[in-house]
């Protein structure tokens, strides 16, 4: 028989646990084709392994999973707006691509690099149809 400690070990798989990281490794099914159907649609909530994340379609029809809030002030980026090959917090303007990279950052001095080191956690998308 497990010990409670075993089964949380081998059951857990959110953020930070060791089956969640394990898991995390490999190709997991997240959502259908059709529910982010054209480019610049409206992004859908999804969870996965205990995860809140939020899937979009980017004006170059690349598909993005990343993080559902936005590090600046935790704003979810389902309000935001997809646009432009990114999607844009509607808190202060932060944008990011589907690789979870801040590509514009509207209240920064002309030529800061503070950008650069924004990024939200994102994963590897693969469409299969």
Same mark, same amino acid.
């Given at each position: 028989?497990?010990?409670?400690? &075993?089964?949380?070990?081998? %059951?857990? #798989?959110?953020?930070?646990?060791?089956?969640?990281?394990? /898991?995390?490794? /490999?190709?997991?099914?997240?959502?259908?084709?059709?529910?982010?159907? +054209?480019? *610049?649609?409206?992004?859908?909530? @999804?969870? @996965?392994?205990?995860?809140?994340?939020? +899937? /979009? !379609? *980017?004006?170059?029809?690349?598909?993005?999973?990343? &993080? !559902? !809030?936005?590090?600046? $002030?935790? +704003?979810?980026?389902?309000?935001? $707006?997809?646009?432009? =090959?990114?999607? !844009? =917090?509607?808190?202060?303007?932060?944008?990011? *691509?589907?690789?979870?990279? =801040?590509?514009?950052?509207? %209240?920064?001095?002309?030529?800061?690099? /503070?950008?650069?080191?924004?990024?939200?956690?994102?994963?590897? #998308? $693969?469409?299969? +149809?």
């Amino acid at each position: 028989m497990l010990s409670q400690n &075993d089964n949380r070990k081998l %059951t857990e #798989t959110g953020p930070s646990t060791p089956m969640g990281n394990l /898991f995390r490794n /490999f190709w997991l099914p997240a959502l259908l084709v059709e529910e982010l159907p +054209a480019p *610049d649609c409206p992004p859908k909530h @999804i969870d @996965i392994l205990g995860e809140p994340l939020l +899937a /979009f !379609r *980017d004006s170059n029809n690349k598909v993005g999973i990343i &993080d !559902r !809030r936005c590090p600046h $002030r935790g +704003a979810d980026l389902y309000y935001g $707006r997809n646009e432009e =090959c990114g999607l !844009r =917090c509607v808190y202060h303007g932060w944008k990011f *691509d589907v690789n979870g990279n =801040c590509i514009e950052l509207p %209240t920064a001095p002309e030529g800061s690099v /503070f950008k650069e080191k924004i990024k939200l956690t994102a994963y590897k #998308t $693969r469409e299969l +149809a």
